[in-house]
């Protein structure tokens, strides 16, 4: 199985790498990626149901009982709307089949288990109601090469991603002290107003806003310098300010074998029990989480978000296992809390055997902050991943570029124990390693890990100081007691980042 061949490959990889130059390391990581992915994508449907099976395909019928793939229901929507009615009870499964393309939001329900059924693909569940692609979608505006999406979105667009490859750099308007509002997210930060002020080919806007008022119209905006966007690219996907599946305070959900893509979030919300095996996640999030009533000096721009998947609140026997996470915005695999005073006490977090590239975090833990007496972090494992090229669109397009890291540690609370960073690949990122700035972090125990990072470039930062990557780097950090084992590589020039 492919999940107990994770760990065995990075082992072995680890033994070799005495023997190996940083360059036939990277293409041994390379190669194992490779194969791990194919792997990942290559699970079969193995879960055990006690209770009901309900099935869901393009050719189904919502008006169905969905207890048959012959009298399959056809949509999302059917699918919540059997968590409201009550149809769905614990112990049942829902299985899509597998080389559908399912469009819309999932709300699980408790007890629930949901993957795929049939041969073929992994079925897809994207989060925007159709294809934009087709050239009577667009059309064009008093700006010579800006275009406008016919419909109102009444919901944040976060990223606009054509044929799969390709991304529209989302404009992010900061406030500037005399009022001036910003393109946040250029180097250059020129004045941006609206739609006028898009000059640069592939990017876009959304007149949008949380409470949208009345001078707030929904149109998004897109510069196409190439022409109509909708003849020059034939396959256009949105992703909106909602959620593929949406925890509600749930316990002992399974999602299994899905691939989900072009959501503001993968999977999202309270889940007990709560475990993610053998998925795929594409171009998540980018879209706004709150726009300040009042910017600060440090922070005058609108906070972007969007997780593969996440846990807000208590995060309690929380498993994510052989899965893989490529082009996130924000964090690949989180549990995270605000401030406040509610009690949150972790429990049983494991990340294990996934691949993630192209994210802004592959793994993210969060804390606000609270009363020590309040919060608690106990047992969580990070093993036998390949977390590599931390950055993709997430950093390309957010204002704040300086956040990018492999792993992060936010303001954890310093209530912490049993954490320990085992066996992975940590391969590059275009900002640091890892970062673990405060006691809490500290306290986390890394193990025969694999890293790699080009020469100069930030390694971690770790109690208020940043480590750059160097050949001083592994005693360094061994006389912190932070890192046991590890294997460091790095050279002048390591230039496989997008």
């Known amino acids: 199985m492919s999940v107990q061949n994770a760990g065995k490959y990075i082992k072995e990889l680890y033994a070799q790498c005495d023997s190996l130059t940083t360059k036939q390391l990277e293409e041994k990581i390379q190669a194992l990626t490779e194969k791990r992915i194919e792997e990942i994508r290559n699970t079969k449907t193995e879960v055990v149901i006690k209770g009901k099976s309900f099935y869901v395909a393009n050719d189904g019928d919502d008006s169905n009982d969905g207890l048959s793939p012959e009298k399959a229901w056809c949509t999302p929507a059917r699918v919540t709307e059997a968590k409201k009615n009550g149809e769905l009870c614990e112990g049942d499964g829902v299985f899509f089949k597998r080389g559908d393309l399912f469009r819309g939001m999932i709300e699980t329900a408790n007890g629930v288990t949901y993957s795929a059924y049939g041969e073929g693909e992994k079925p897809k569940i994207y989060g925007f109601h159709q294809n934009t692609g087709k050239p009577e979608l667009w059309e064009e505006t008093d700006v010579p090469n800006v275009w406008r999406y016919t419909e109102i979105?009444?919901?944040?667009?976060?990223?606009?991603?054509?044929?799969?490859?390709?991304?529209?750099?989302?404009?992010?308007?900061?406030?500037?002290?005399?009022?001036?509002?910003?393109?946040?997210?250029?180097?250059?930060?020129?004045?941006?107003?609206?739609?006028?002020?898009?000059?640069?080919?592939?990017?876009?806007?959304?007149?949008?806003?949380?409470?949208?008022?009345?001078?707030?119209?929904?149109?998004?905006?897109?510069?196409?310098?190439?022409?109509?966007?909708?003849?020059?690219?034939?396959?256009?996907?949105?992703?909106?300010?909602?959620?593929?599946?949406?925890?509600?305070?749930?316990?002992?959900?399974?999602?299994?074998?899905?691939?989900?893509?072009?959501?503001?979030?993968?999977?999202?919300?309270?889940?007990?029990?709560?475990?993610?095996?053998?998925?795929?996640?594409?171009?998540?999030?980018?879209?706004?989480?709150?726009?300040?009533?009042?910017?600060?000096?440090?922070?005058?721009?609108?906070?972007?978000?969007?997780?593969?998947?996440?846990?807000?609140?208590?995060?309690?026997?929380?498993?994510?296992?052989?899965?893989?996470?490529?082009?996130?915005?924000?964090?690949?695999?989180?549990h995270q809390c605000g401030n406040g005073d509610k009690p949150i006490h972790n429990r049983n977090v494991n990340y294990t055997n996934n691949v993630c590239e192209y994210c802004v975090y592959s793994v993210e833990i969060f804390y606000g902050e609270s009363p020590a007496e309040n919060r608690s972090n106990y047992g969580c494992t990070v093993e036998n991943n390949i977390l590599r090229l931390g950055g993709g669109f997430g950093h390309d397009s957010r204002p704040d570029k300086n956040v990018t890291a492999l792993i992060r540690n936010g303001r954890m609370i310093q209530n912490t124990k049993d954490y320990t960073v085992r066996n992975n690949i940590f391969d590059r990122s275009r900002g640091k390693i890892i970062q673990a700035a405060n006691d809490g972090a500290s306290k986390a125990q890394y193990y025969d890990n694999i890293y790699v990072q080009s020469n100069g470039k930030k390694f971690c930062s770790r109690l208020g100081t940043d480590y750059i990557a160097d050949e001083t780097t592994k005693d360094r950090l061994e006389e912190t007691a932070t890192e046991h084992g590890g294997k460091f590589f790095c050279e002048e020039e390591l230039d496989l980042m997008k």
């Open 153 to 334: 979105c009444i919901w944040d667009i976060g990223s606009i991603i054509f044929n799969e490859t390709e991304y529209a750099r989302k404009i992010y308007r900061s406030l500037e002290v005399d009022g001036t509002q910003l393109d946040s997210g250029s180097d250059s930060k020129p004045v941006f107003n609206d739609y006028h002020d898009l000059n640069e080919d592939l990017t876009f806007w959304h007149d949008w806003a949380l409470d949208m008022p009345e001078n707030v119209s929904g149109k998004v905006y897109l510069r196409c310098n190439a022409g109509n966007p909708g003849e020059v690219y034939g396959d256009i996907e949105f992703s909106q300010r909602l959620g593929i599946f949406r925890n509600i305070s749930t316990h002992d959900v399974t999602i299994d074998n899905i691939h989900m893509a072009h959501g503001n979030f993968g999977v999202c919300g309270l889940c007990h029990g709560e475990t993610v095996t053998n998925c795929e996640f594409r171009w998540i999030g980018g879209s706004v989480q709150v726009a300040p009533a009042k910017y600060s000096e440090s922070r005058r721009f609108p906070t972007p978000y969007g997780n593969g998947i996440e846990i807000y609140g208590e995060a309690q026997d929380f498993t994510v296992d052989n899965c893989y996470f490529w082009q996130v915005y924000d964090a690949a695999m989180t």
